[in-house]
């Protein structure tokens, strides 16, 4: 099944793309689990952020009214008041753990949502989501089909990670992998190899009205594991009866 826009109509009048999202989340961590060697498994990760009307909390908190019924040798009224914004961002995709009584993150799927791309702390949210994956030693594999917003997620980690891609690549929707190549602490003593980090990356640029590729996610200590995108999202929609 060819990838279809779920940013835009007609899509959008048919089904939500965070309902996609949400399920091939959960398609996918379902499908690694058969994959998967014993003591390790993979779970979906879906939350998405809420706007929150600030002015309408404010009142909530402090009240309409000002207080009154009571004395003291200081000022009632504050000279400032402060309110904390936070960042919402969405973190959709799947974790895949070694189980045991010390979980470890081996590897990651992040399915790129459109918060992911629309603010610079929301960028910057992700790429270091995603450092902290890559840095741990666990394969990363990123799918942006995201129509509405434009910005390179993949470029800005190439970047941060610290290695100019040549040529560029620029594609607008991609799905990518990365294999993380650390160096390695000798038998020995404690110093590491002088060998400077490695991240091995498979890249696909991505159509509306094409398949989907199949891509390896490297598990720490496992290995790769092939991670089909085109079956899962057919059955995401199947599933979810487009």
């Given at each position: 099944m060819p990838l279809r826009d779920h940013f835009r109509p007609p899509m959008t009048d048919v089904i939500g793309w965070t309902s996609v999202h949400g399920a091939w989340a959960a398609?996918?961590?379902?499908?690694?689990?058969?994959?998967l060697p014993a003591g390790y498994y993979a779970a979906p990760l879906t939350k998405f952020g809420i706007e929150i009307d600030v002015a309408a909390l404010d009142v909530r908190r402090n009240g309409s009214q000002p207080?009154?019924?009571f004395s003291s040798d200081w000022p009632t009224a504050p000279t400032q008041t402060l309110v904390r914004q936070a960042t919402l961002t969405d973190e959709v995709g799947v974790r895949i753990y070694a189980g045991g009584p010390r979980r470890m993150l081996v590897g990651a799927i992040e399915l790129v949502s459109p918060a992911n791309k629309d603010r610079?702390?929301?960028?910057?949210?992700f790429l270091n989501k995603g450092m902290d994956v890559l840095r741990s030693g666990a394969g990363l594999i990123v799918v942006d089909v995201v129509t509405e917003r434009h910005f390179n997620l993949h470029r800005a980690l190439v970047e941060r990670w610290g290695g100019p891609q040549e040529p560029p690549f620029g594609a607008d929707l991609y799905a990518t992998a990365y294999r993380p190549i650390?160096?390695?602490?000798?038998e020995d003593n404690e110093d590491i190899d002088e060998v400077p980090p490695r991240l091995d990356i498979w890249a696909e640029a991505l159509t509306v009205g094409r398949a989907l590729p199949t891509l390896p996610l490297w598990l720490l200590d496992v290995g790769p594991v092939g991670v089909d995108l085109e079956a899962t999202y057919e059955q995401t929609l199947r599933g979810l009866r487009f």
């Open positions: 398609v996918l961590a379902f499908d690694l689990n058969r994959l207080v009154t019924g610079a702390e929301s960028r910057n949210a650390l160096p390695q602490r000798s």
